[in-house]
């Protein structure tokens, strides 16, 4: 009986170090590396830390609420890409005052340039600026564009301002 237990005893543990092998390499990626467990969900896996494209408008636009669309004071707004810029030229009535507020929702800058004004830079952190247009012309040429590296979101208001 002890000549059969020895090969048994070797045939025993040969399958549980096949079994204790196998078993151990389900958690291992291809390169050998352990892999983590992925606890995100797929939104999480899919949307940046800084929103979606959609998020970053929907906060942008909301940074500007104060003049619906129905207001005898507004006048002209958009929602583009940071990347895309803004050139408008909007038709305003000559030598009123007007406002156009911006509101970045992304990361870095945008360079916001008012007809022949000096740039003024725009951080897109959702907080809205605004600058007042005294004696407008009859078209303004508004341009916004993408310091280097920025991203996001960018919304844009006219209004008039009261005299």
């Known amino acids: 009986m002890t000549a059969l237990r020895k090969p048994l005893t070797s045939a025993a543990i040969l399958s549980l170090a096949a079994l204790l092998t196998a078993g151990c390499t389900g958690g291992t990626t291809p390169s050998g590396t352990p ?3 992925d606890t995100k969900s797929s939104a999480e896996r899919k949307a940046p830390a800084e929103g979606s494209e959609e ?12 003049v619906s669309v129905d207001d005898p004071e507004f006048l002209a707004s958009g929602l583009e890409r940071v990347q895309d810029g803004v050139h408008d030229r909007s038709a305003l009535e000559k ?3 007007y406002k156009l507020s911006v509101a970045c929702v992304g990361t870095g800058t ?3 340039v008012i007809a022949d004004k000096a740039p003024e830079s ?9 600058r007042r247009v005294e004696n407008a012309p009859e ?3 508004i341009d916004i564009n993408a310091a280097k590296g920025a991203t996001g979101m960018v919304a844009w208001q006219i209004v008039s301002v009261p005299s």
Request: hydrophobic content about 35%.
């Open 95 to 97: 030598g009123e005052t």
């Open 35 to 37: 892999s983590a467990p």
């Open 55 to 66: 998020d970053q408008g929907r906060r942008a636009k909301a940074a500007l609420v104060g």
């Open 110 to 112: 945008v360079n916001v």
């Open 122 to 130: 725009v951080p897109c952190d959702g907080v809205p600026t605004g």
């Open 139 to 141: 078209r303004l040429p």
